[in-house]
């Protein structure tokens, strides 16, 4: 599988369990799936025009850096996906907190010192 397809599937996959989300918490509504999904195929269509361009010149597109993009999507779908299954109660909060930065540490050791 290429890493373009890899990240279409995160992508599907995010949809599907954000629907899923909103199913649960009773709060599908028409207006914000359609924004989410114009984000979505706004990603898709990004992600299709740039293997599209990459295989008509790949002189000035460096492979290494499309593959850095289409992994930088796919790291985000990640996340979006590990979020919404943290909110349907499938994985622990703790699995979320490893993927946050927590800048509050730093504040209270600055006042700490004070």
């Given at each position: ?9 995160l992508?599907?996959?995010?949809t ?29 269509i ?17 492979q290494?850096?499309?593959?850095m ?10 996340i979006?996906?590990?979020?919404n ?30």
């Amino acid at each position: 599988m290429k890493l373009i397809e890899a990240v279409l599937v995160l992508i599907l996959a995010d949809t599907a369990v954000g629907v899923c989300v909103q199913l649960k918490n009773h709060s599908l509504q028409s207006a914000i799936g359609r924004q989410r999904l114009t984000q979505k195929v706004a990603e898709l269509i990004v992600l299709i025009a740039l293997n599209v361009l990459t295989g008509l010149d790949s002189v000035h597109f460096n492979q290494d850096y499309v593959q850095m993009f289409y992994l930088i999507f796919a790291g985000f779908e990640i996340i979006s996906i590990l979020e919404n299954l943290n909110a349907l109660g499938l994985i622990s909060d703790k699995t979320i907190d490893v993927l946050r930065i927590d800048n509050s540490r730093k504040k209270d050791n600055v006042s700490d010192k004070k």
